[in-house]
C-alpha cells in the first residue's frame, strides 16, 4: 500500500505538471512564476519531477550505485525478494537498471564481478537495464523523427533483451518484474497479441493487481503503439473496475484518457476530464 501511496502522488504530481505547463506555456520567468502559484502549484524550479515522494533507502542505494558501489543497491533488492514486495522490486529494478548500468564499465558489472552472473537479483536490475538501453538508443520521438541508426541500434539491443528476461525470470519464478519487462520488449519489437496475452497471463498469475504491470500493458494497448483507444480504455475500466479499495489502478481510465488527448486537449479538461 505505501508503494502505491507514492505512486498516487506521482500520479497527481504529473497531471499537475501537466496543467501547469498548459497554463504557463512551460516559460520561465515572473509570468510562469506567478502563474504556476496562481493555480496552486509551486514554481518549475522548485519542483522535483524526477520522483514520486521521498524513498531514503532508494535514494540512498541509488546514490551510492552512481559512485560505483553495489552492495546498497544488491541488499534493498534482496529484501524486496525476501518480502515478495513485487511492486517495490519492480520500482527498485526500474531505479537501478538505466541505461547507463549497461555499459561495460558500471557498477552493474562490478556487482555481477563479485556475486556471479547466476544471482536472482543482480538478473532482474540487469534485464532492466537491456531494456532501458534499448529504448534510450531510441530516443523518445516519433519514428518519423527517429534516424536509421537509431532504429537499428534500438532492435539489436532489443532482440538480446527475451534472453536476459528469460533468465532473471527462471532464477525467480515467483517475481513478475522480468515479465513486465518483457512488455517492454513486445511494444518494441512489435509481438503480436498472442505473445502479448501469453506474457500477461504470467504476470496475472503471480500478482494481478501489479501497477507497473498494468501501466505497460496499457501501452501495448494504446492506438500508437498495438492498439486503440477503444482497446485501451477496455482494458483501462476493466482493471480499474477489478481493483481492490485503494490500488492505484483506478487511475489507468485517466491515463488512459490523457494518452489518446495529450496533444488535443483543452485547459479545461485537465481539471475535470471526463
Not at 73 to 96: I, K, N, V
Request: charged share 25%.
Amino acid at each position: 500500500m505505501e508503494v502505491a501511496r507514492i505512486v498516487v502522488i506521482g500520479l497527481a504530481v504529473a497531471v499537475a505538471v501537466i496543467f501547469y505547463r498548459r497554463t504557463t506555456g512551460d516559460v520561465p520567468g515572473r509570468t510562469s512564476s506567478r502563474a504556476a502559484r496562481k493555480a496552486g502549484f509551486l514554481p518549475q524550479s522548485r519542483q522535483n519531477t524526477g520522483r514520486a515522494a521521498p524513498d531514503s533507502a532508494l535514494e540512498s542505494a541509488a546514490a551510492a550505485a552512481a559512485r560505483g558501489s553495489w552492495e546498497p543497491a544488491a541488499r534493498l533488492m534482496a529484501e524486496t525478494r525476501e518480502r515478495g514486495d513485487w511492486a517495490r522490486r519492480s520500482s527498485c529494478a526500474t531505479t537501478f537498471g538505466t541505461h547507463r548500468a549497461a555499459r561495460p564499465d558500471s557498477w552493474l558489472h562490478r556487482w555481477e564481478a563479485a556475486v556471479g552472473p547466476d544471482d536472482a537479483d543482480l538478473a532482474v536490475v540487469r534485464a532492466k537495464a537491456m531494456v532501458n538501453l534499448a529504448w534510450h538508443q531510441r530516443g523518445g520521438g516519433w519514428a518519423k523523427h527517429t534516424s536509421r541508426e537509431q532504429f537499428a541500434g534500438f532492435h539489436a539491443t532489443l532482440a538480446r533483451a527475451p534472453q536476459e528476461n528469460a533468465r532473471a525470470a527462471e532464477l525467480n519464478p515467483d517475481d513478475p518484474t522480468p515479465h513486465m519487462n518483457e512488455i517492454w520488449v513486445a511494444l518494441g519489437l512489435g509481438y503480436p497479441e498472442a505473445d502479448m496475452r501469453r506474457i500477461w497471463k504470467e504476470i496475472t498469475t503471480r500478482d494481478p493487481h501489479h501497477y507497473g504491470a498494468h501501466y505497460a500493458a496499457l501501452q501495448y494497448w494504446c492506438a500508437k503503439w498495438r492498439g486503440s483507444e477503444e482497446r485501451a480504455m477496455s482494458f483501462a475500466q476493466r482493471a480499474a473496475a477489478d481493483a481492490p479499495i485503494g490500488s492505484l489502478l483506478t487511475a489507468l481510465p485517466l491515463i488512459a484518457w490523457y494518452e489518446h488527448r495529450d496533444t488535443d486537449a483543452s485547459t479545461a479538461d485537465f481539471r475535470s476530464p471526463t
